[in-house]
């Protein structure tokens, strides 16, 4: 049986739709309405709220957390001061990417880690010699994602302001109403937001005290299929969409390295020895042989291809998770992952998986569609993510 | 364009329409200069916070047809341009029913089969039959009026262009297309459906902006425009732009800024300086002078040339034509600040239908009874309304837990007996909340503030003659070649260097960008696509 999340009692009978979709073995909202759109609107006008519970979570304690952190992830721990947050692949020895999620410095010897995979054992078996506790807070913890401008007046009116400074990365303590959480300004959105981490038995209450709150801010409780599109449009990469974790990869070409996904920036050599480090400098010295980046769909060319079947262009308004080649002058050069009409930037978009040779932006590129059964190309540019980069999402006020 | 000037062309209005022809004009590298007389940009499409803390989209309230080739040429959305969704229609019923088309196609469906089984069935073959036509029509927004009278080879091309889309229409579409052009609304749904609220509420398309009944003969055409929208459905081009219809000009406005363009307020242009018949700047109301060797008025037909331009320097039948033109007013609108939300007795609190828009025509014979009293020269008692509350699309649009709502109405015919003055004015603000307040009891108690807007006061402050809110009637013998009349359909006039690109030149009326975009393209010699 699929498991519920501490939110279900709030969050089946908003459920309209009855759309509900399996996420790490629990079961959260598709949509909540008959159609996405609203919730998707929410997200980038209004504010959204996503029950993220079924993200795993591991509580890192010790005197060598850090060290030991250091070790398995690619970002440099040691300059992640306590109440920040870092966004984090980590690797296998191979300086394959096994998994992505973010870390926070709870306290000077505290972490939390989120994965969208079970990493217990992994983590566990990097461990040995070190002063660090693990502890699977999976189940113990529930999380809300409040995502859109709205976010911070909604928090900040429940909570007396607590998160009012709080910079992007950044995390606090707060009482939301009575509730005691943990707020890190993060999301998958790409927008202004925050992630709000509470003790599974508060979860209702603090279902309600968010709701309450955010009526009068247009508060909208939101899904997975809202949320896929906004994370497109943000560029942000969805483990076993845009990349296969390493570890479940059944043949070597399935793997994809940091360099290779777009998070080259969050690979940090000099920082001493880390799993998978020696093949990442190797990697980084030969550079990769993919990249991944935005692609721009050309509405023209769109209309073109639709024209001559007599029909205007049809736009997935639900993101699309196939792979879809991707080529230039009739030779494919890569394939995209996953891709979505754009509502905001009232633009076709996908994210793909080029070839060294073909990723630099401002390349044009065709990308296959299919237009009433027939395998069509259309034209389209190579361009840097995120498409979409609101400055609310950093902002400090 | 010549040297020598601060300018190249000079854009008399800035309403939606002279921003976006000026933004095109500085995209192609000319110096531009905008001139609006008010201390907003916008026009009819303009965000106003007249009641602290509640901002009001005075005039119009939603988008419909916003050209996506604008969005796209501009790029509006970095401009701030954002469209939510506004999804349903309900038209509350006097006896406590009600009807509801939702985003959901089947919920509208069974909605729909709770009034009328035949009505819901038929309802699928007629979106059909007009989405099929509506993609026949659609390219006529994108192109500049052939002239008829003329023999040129460029204007029969035109005719040739137009003969093209229809050609491939089949024999059903083709006898429902010369019927949508003769027929009146009522007449024509009357052949599909039975359901009085969905005929009301559907052929009130059809009378918006018009001095004309849904029996009136010509009204069935404007039900098309509905369906053009849901062509362009996915690029969601209609909604509610976030911060009002001036969030739309804004955008416009900016991406004209990122341009080059200047875009001046409180700078009304007086008249524009004609010489030996070329137009080469204007005259300011304070007197000063800007000259550019081409000037372009946004305003309507009759500001263009009965207004900004003198008589002599037009010739006699052209302004007899410009005369004649029909600009009567026939709407208005009354926007609310609201403490609470209205309650609606047909289904009571908070829920999905305050989200949509909502419109009071319960049935044909409403509507037309509110047209039989403007005929005589007064407003109606009980006036067909749309209604939209911003405020639950975008939060941004009242205070936390405030409300503001849009009533757009009709009749309130410009020449109303005896003239408008405040009382008046009063008195039909009075009659569409009594009628509103039928169908929502709380809805009077719950007014903090009240904006009235007659035809006479959208004249006034907006500079619309009439108040007409299209610049001109949408009837056919105003449209396309003929808008503002045969022979300046293509945003020239007998002026030369003079261009018009308001709503009173094809393809018309509403928040749709295309006149401003297709005179940019004349005036910049090239070929819209
Ligand atoms: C009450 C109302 C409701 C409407 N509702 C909708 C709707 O919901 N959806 C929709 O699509 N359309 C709607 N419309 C129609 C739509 O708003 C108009 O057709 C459109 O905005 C007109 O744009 P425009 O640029 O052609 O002209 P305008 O917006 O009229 O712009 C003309 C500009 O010229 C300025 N001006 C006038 N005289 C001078 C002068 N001498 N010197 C300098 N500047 C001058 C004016 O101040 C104005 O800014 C509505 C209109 C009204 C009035």
Redesign the pocket.
Known sequence: MLRTTPFHSRTAPLCEAQNWRRWAGYVTAGSYELTHDREYHAIRSSAALFDVSPLFKYEIRGRDAVRFLDRVVTRDVSKCVPGQVLYTPWCDEAGKVMDDGTLSRLEDDTFRLTAAEPNLRWLLDNAPGMDVEIADVSDSLAALSLQGPNARSILGSASDGAVDGLGFFRLTTARVKDVSVTVTRTGYTGDLGYEIWVDASDAPRLWDVLMDAGGPYGITPAGILALDVARIEAGLILIDVDYVPAHRAIIEDRKSSPFELGLGWTVKLDKGAFVGRSALVEEKRRGPEWELRGLEVSWESLEEVYTEVGLPPQLPSVAWRTSVPVYSQGKQVGYATSGCWSPILKKYIALAHLHASHSRPGTDVHMEVTVEHQRRRAKARVVETPFFNPERKRAAK | MSAGHRYDAIV????????VNAAYLARAGKRVVV????HV?????VTEEIYPGFKYSV???????LRPEIIRDLDLPRHGLEILPLESTLTPLPDGDHLVRWADHDQTRRELYRHSPRDAEAYDDFGKLMYQLAVAVKPILAMVPPDPTSLSPKDLLGFGRLARHFRGLGEEQFHALFKLMTMSAADYLDEWFETEPLKATMSASGII?TFLGPRSPGTAYVLLHHYLGEIDGAMRAWGFPRGG?GGVSESIAGAARRFGADIRTE????QVIVKNGKAVGVAL?NGDEIRAPVVVS???PK?TFL??VEPKDLPDDFVDAIRRFKIRGS???VNLSLSELPDFTCLPGMGPHLRGAISISPSVDYLERAYDDAKYGAFSRRPYMDIIIPSMIDPGMAPPGKHVMSI?VQYAPSDLDGGWDETKREAFGDAVIDTLAEYAPNLPGAILHRQV?TPWD?ERE???TQ?N???GELTLQQLFCMRPTVGWADFTTPVRNYYQC??GTHPG????GA??RLAALKILGGRPR
């Open positions: 008399i209005g800035g309403g939606h329409n002279g921003l001139l609006e007389k008010r940009l916008g026009g009819a499409a005039c119009s309230y939603v988008v419909s047809l902006g219809t700078a009304g242009v007086a109301e946004a305003l309507d500001r207004e900004m709407s208005g609108k757009f807007l959208i907006m500079g619309l108040g809110i299209f610049h308001g709503s009326g509403g928040i749709t006149s401003g």
